[in-house]
């Protein structure tokens, strides 16, 4: 550690002097006693320009193929595919023109030095040529834009009609997930009634919230059906992302946003494919909460239809499991919500 820094120490040392030679140079310029304007280290400054384009070009195309298995997450949703075809369509395009554009920009530092004996060319306009780099880019980034846009109304659009809906909650600092039961129809919910115990804010005056449960410790998921989550926050802002779903949308505080897409991986065929038994997925937030914001992952696991299909019908509905609150359900709803619920008749007396 001490020698780490002793070497930054020399590092900063030299730039300091070097900063100070340059600013007694610029002054010297400018008082008019160093006539000199131009040297021989000109000349190295443009060459060193043009090898460190090509150094960290070599470099930076190196890592980019060495490494590319390590930082691409894989795809496991069907718009995903969409997603990552667009993102590398413009990497595509707009890296073409970034390096056309910076082995110009070192070039000219090399071709257009200075020189005593050379004079600059004056080059007052060409129309020509300005209608062509402003029309090319223009219609470029208008089919990216489009492309975008649609793909983005795509996922964020009426979901299928046979969508299995969650409610994903965002808190500091955690996520809890609604399911709506057997009538495919989340209840209710008002911030007033949000308390310890219901943390969603269930309404119990709406029918519908009867049979919601809460998936608990985890997020459960079929492979192959459209899933539509309703993503809302009660308190701050936070942000769902799942990568591997290439899933990331807002959670804003009065204002629910939604995202739907198709799982096509499961956890199990994920784990195979990268070979690595203790890959899950997780979701995570991606917008700073708080202090707790690196908490704020929960697992998700993707299983077949069936699977599924035998989870859900194992769950017990949240009223059931906090029958206290079927005093807060209307007395003419009890009896319904008492079915509903799964409760059984001695619950059924509470008041």
């Known amino acids: 550690m001490f020698e780490l820094i002793v070497g930054i120490g020399v590092v900063l040392l030299i730039a300091i002097i070097f900063t100070i030679l340059r600013i007694v140079r610029l002054v010297n310029v400018a008082r008019g006693t160093d006539k000199k304007v131009a040297s021989s280290g000109n000349k190295v400054n443009a060459l060193l320009l043009f090898l460190f384009l090509l150094v960290s070009g070599a470099a930076l195309t190196w890592y980019s193929v060495a ?37 110009l920009l070192f070039y000219f530092s090399w071709k257009y030095q200075y020189k005593e004996n050379k004079r600059a060319l004056f080059y007052p306009d060409n129309s020509k040529l300005e209608v062509i780099w402003t029309v090319i880019p223009a ?35 955690g996520w809890e997930f609604r399911y709506p039961g057997n009538d495919n129809q989340l209840g209710d919910y008002d911030y007033r009634l949000i308390d310890p115990v219901n943390m969603w804010g ?16 985890k997020l459960v998921l079929p492979k192959g059906k459209p899933i539509l989550f309703k993503i809302r926050a009660r308190d701050v802002l936070h942000s769902v992302f799942i990568p591997e779903f290439r899933l990331k949308q807002d959670a804003v505080p009065g204002m629910p946003t939604r995202f739907w897409f198709v799982p096509n991986k499961t956890t199990a065929e994920m784990r195979e494919e990268l070979q690595d038994p203790d890959f899950n997925y997780y979701i995570f937030c991606t917008e700073v909460c708080g202090r707790g914001h690196f908490s704020m992952r929960k697992m998700i696991e993707v299983v077949e239809q069936d699977e599924y299909e035998q989870w859900y019908a194992e769950q017990n509905s949240w009223l059931q499991k906090n029958p206290d609150y079927l005093a807060k359900v209307p007395s003419d709803l009890k009896e319904l919500a008492v079915v509903s619920a799964g409760m059984d008749s001695e619950t059924s007396d509470i008041k």
Do not use: C, N
């Open 67 to 103: 490494e590319f298995e390590t930082y691409t997450v894989p795809i496991a949703s069907d718009h995903g595919i969409v997603t990552d075809r667009l993102f590398w369509i413009t990497m595509i395009v707009t890296g073409i023109v970034f390096i056309i554009t910076q082995i």
């Open 139 to 173: 219609i470029v980034l208008s089919i990216l834009v489009f492309s975008g846009w649609k793909a983005w109304t795509d996922i964020t659009s009426k979901a299928p009609e046979d969508a299995e809906v969650v409610e994903v909650m965002g808190y500091q600092f």
């Open 202 to 217: 269930m309404d119990f005056t709406d029918r519908a919230a009867f049979d919601d449960f809460s998936s608990g410790t």
